[in-house]
């Protein structure tokens, strides 16, 4: 059964940084696009990232271009969000998730982040 | 590429059908033929879940009252007969064009 399981989130002041993970499991990670995506509380659903196999394509919302760099480890099974230059809106739950486009289809359970001074 | 969504709100009887639209600002007509239109469920205090990908296919253990059409710019997830499990708020999602977006999510309420 797939599995993701995101790491990586907590309490970071404005102008602070955080790295993400998400460790994959029941699946061959190295062939699947990758995604991250946010929710700010009590808000809907935004994709944030996007990585294709190999490492390429790595694309970005333009509201965390410039700020965010994901990449992928496919000897570990693993993908991050590197995140820097925090602001308070980018507090949220992200969440990764397989690419959308194919099946099967598979979601973490999300880890927190909040930006507060 | 914006994709927009109606009604925000959709407050249904159980047993009756509902509806919910999408429209997209582009085309999510992909170069192979194939669109990249997805419908999403997510309940209070869980991940989003996969309903329907590429327009039309359910996922495995989507029941079948769950129907997507649509083609181009216009898309419809219509619900045959709505059970109290179908709470929440769905999404649409393209994956056509990157940066991949989401729609506003419409409320599903009993």
């Known amino acids: 059964e797939m599995h993701l399981v995101e790491s990586g989130g907590g309490f970071v002041q404005p102008g602070g940084s955080l790295r993400l993970s998400c460790a994959a499991s029941?699946?061959?990670?190295?062939?699947?696009?990758m995604i991250w995506v946010r929710q700010a509380p009590g808000k809907g659903l935004e994709w944030v990232s996007g990585?294709?196999?190999?490492?390429?394509?790595?694309t970005y919302a333009d509201s965390v271009k410039g700020r965010v760099t994901i990449s992928r480890d496919d000897s570990k099974s693993t993908l991050y969000l590197q995140m820097d230059s925090l602001r308070a809106e980018d507090t949220a739950i992200y969440y990764c998730?397989?690419?959308?486009?194919?099946?099967?289809?598979?979601w973490g359970l999300g880890t927190l982040v909040t930006v507060s001074s | 590429v914006v994709l927009t969504q109606s009604p925000l709100s959709l407050p249904v009887t159980l047993g009756q059908p509902a509806s919910i639209s999408c429209r997209s600002s582009?085309?999510?007509?992909?170069?192979?033929?194939?669109?990249?239109l997805h419908w999403f469920h997510q309940r209070p205090g869980q991940s989003p879940r996969r309903l329907i990908y590429?327009?039309?296919n359910r996922d495995s253990g989507v029941p079948d009252r769950f129907r997507g059409s649509g083609s181009g710019t216009d898309f419809t997830l219509k619900i045959s007969r709505v059970e109290a499990e179908d709470v929440g708020v769905y999404y649409c999602?393209?994956?056509?064009?990157?940066?991949?977006?989401f729609g506003q999510g419409t409320k599903l309420e009993i």
């Open positions: 998730a397989t690419d959308s486009n194919w099946e099967p289809n598979c």
């Open positions: 029941g699946f061959t990670f190295s062939r699947h696009t």
């Open positions: 990585i294709g196999l190999g490492g390429s394509g790595a």
């Open positions: 582009q085309s999510l007509v992909y170069s192979d033929g194939r669109t990249f």
């Open positions: 590429q327009v039309s």
């Open positions: 999602m393209q994956g056509t064009h990157w940066p991949n977006t």
